[in-house]
C-alpha cells in the first residue's frame, strides 16, 4: 500500500523557521495537502494543492515540491505554531493516504 | 457557518456495531464528496472512507472493507459511518470531512468510538 514518509519531530527556537517534509513516489502526480492539530483538536488545512493557501492561514506557512518530496515551511516560527503536521496525498489507484505526521516544538 | 458535527460515539464490545453521524450545514452538501478519518489514541490520522456526491461511489481503507459501510442523505445533509464486527484496533477519534479541491476542510469535531469488553 502507498506510503507517505514524515519525519517524527522537528524542532526550531521561536523566530527560526521550520521544514518538514513528507516523501512519496507518487508525489510528483498527485497534489498534496497538508494540516496542522493541536491537541484536543481537529485538523486544521494549512497548505493545499502543494503550495496554495487557505485563507485565514498566516503567510508564515508555505509549501512547495521538489520530485517526490514535499516540504511544509514555517517561516518565523511562533509558540502557537506547536502541533502535529500531517501531509495527505494519493496514489494512482485512488484512495487518499495521510503521512505518519511530524511533531513541531519550538524551544 | 461551514459545519460539521458528528455524533453516534460510545462504548462497545468487540463484535458489536455503532452507527456514527454527520450533520452538516452552511453549504450545500449534495455537491460535495465526503469523508470519515479516524485517529487512534495518540495516533496518526488514518483516511477510513468516502462517498460521492450522490453516492454513487464509496471506497474504503483495507483494513474496514467489508465491516463498515458509508452512507449519506442529502435530504437531511447528513454522513453516515455503519461499523460492524468492531475489534479494539477500531478504537480512535472519528471526525467526518468535506472534500474539495482545497483538500479536507472543515473538519467536524471528532466522536470518541472505545471498542472493549
Known amino acids: 500500500s502507498y506510503e507517505l514518509t514524515q519525519p517524527p519531530s522537528v524542532s526550531v527556537s521561536p523566530g527560526q523557521t521550520a521544514r518538514i517534509t513528507c516523501s512519496g513516489d507518487?508525489?510528483?502526480?498527485?497534489?498534496a495537502y497538508w494540516y496542522q492539530q493541536k491537541p484536543g483538536q481537529a485538523p486544521v488545512l494549512v497548505i493545499y494543492k502543494d503550495s496554495e493557501r487557505p485563507s485565514g492561514i498566516p503567510e508564515r506557512f508555505s509549501g512547495s515540491s521538489s520530485g517526490t518530496t514535499v516540504t511544509l515551511t514555517i517561516s518565523g516560527v511562533q509558540a502557537e505554531d506547536e502541533a502535529d503536521y500531517y501531509c495527505q496525498s494519493a496514489d494512482s489507484s485512488g484512495p487518499w493516504v495521510f503521512g505518519g505526521g511530524t511533531k513541531l516544538t519550538v524551544l | 457557518e461551514v459545519q460539521l458535527v458528528e455524533s453516534g460515539g460510545g462504548l462497545v464490545q468487540p463484535g458489536g456495531s455503532l452507527r456514527l453521524s454527520c450533520a452538516a450545514s452552511?453549504?450545500?452538501?449534495?455537491?460535495?464528496?465526503m469523508s470519515w478519518v479516524r485517529q487512534a489514541p495518540g495516533k496518526g490520522l488514518e483516511w477510513v472512507a468516502n462517498?460521492?456526491?450522490?453516492?454513487?461511489?464509496?471506497y474504503y481503507v483495507d483494513s474496514v472493507k467489508g465491516r463498515f459501510t458509508i452512507s449519506r442523505d442529502n435530504a437531511k445533509n447528513s454522513l453516515y459511518l455503519q461499523m460492524n464486527s468492531l475489534r479494539a484496533e477500531d478504537t480512535a477519534v472519528y471526525y467526518c470531512a468535506r472534500e474539495g479541491s482545497l483538500g479536507f476542510d472543515p473538519w467536524g469535531q471528532g466522536t470518541l468510538v472505545t471498542v472493549s469488553s
Open positions: 452552511g453549504f450545500t452538501f449534495s455537491s460535495y464528496w
Open positions: 462517498i460521492k456526491q450522490d453516492g454513487s461511489e464509496k
Open positions: 507518487a508525489l510528483p502526480k498527485q497534489y
